[in-house]
Nanobody, 125 residues
Framework: QVQMVESGGGLVQPGGSLRLSCVASGSIFRLNAVGWYHQAPGKRRELVARITWGGSTNYADSVKGRFTISRDNAKNTVFLQMNSLKPEDTAVYYC???????????????????WGQGTEVTVSS
């Protein structure tokens, strides 16, 4: 079974930085596109940034120029570097693997839509 685990959240002052990590574990052959989402209290979960296996990225307008998504394919890990944080960035941040190809019974299988448990980010003075 594949699991996604986020870490790196915490309390930071406005203008500060945090680096979130998302590690996928299991008998993984290939971790395909991964997105970071955030969900503020009472609001919908929204895509913040996305990266393909090959490294192509896209960002929500609200974080362009401040956040950077990257990945280490050898370690099945995706990062979100968040700079110049604002109070409106306060939310729970989740990573989502759109699909994962993994070893199962001597062959490869692909499953879709894996979520982590989330890591909380609070931006406040």
């Amino acid at each position: 079974q594949v699991q996604m685990v986020e870490s790196g959240g915490g309390l930071v002052q406005p203008g500060g930085s945090l680096r979130l990590s998302c590690v996928a574990s299991g008998s993984i052959f290939r971790l395909n596109a991964v997105g970071w989402y955030h969900q503020a209290p009472g609001k919908r979960r929204e895509l913040v940034a996305r990266i393909t296996w090959g490294g192509s990225t896209n960002y929500a307008d609200s974080v362009k120029g401040r956040f950077t998504i990257s990945r280490d394919n050898a370690k099945n890990t995706v990062f979100l570097q968040m700079n110049s944080l604002k109070p409106e960035d306060t939310a729970v941040y989740y990573c989502n693997a759109e699909s994962v190809t993994y070893y199962r019974g001597g062959s490869l299988a692909t499953d879709y839509d894996y979520w982590g448990q989330g890591t909380e980010v609070t931006v406040s003075s």
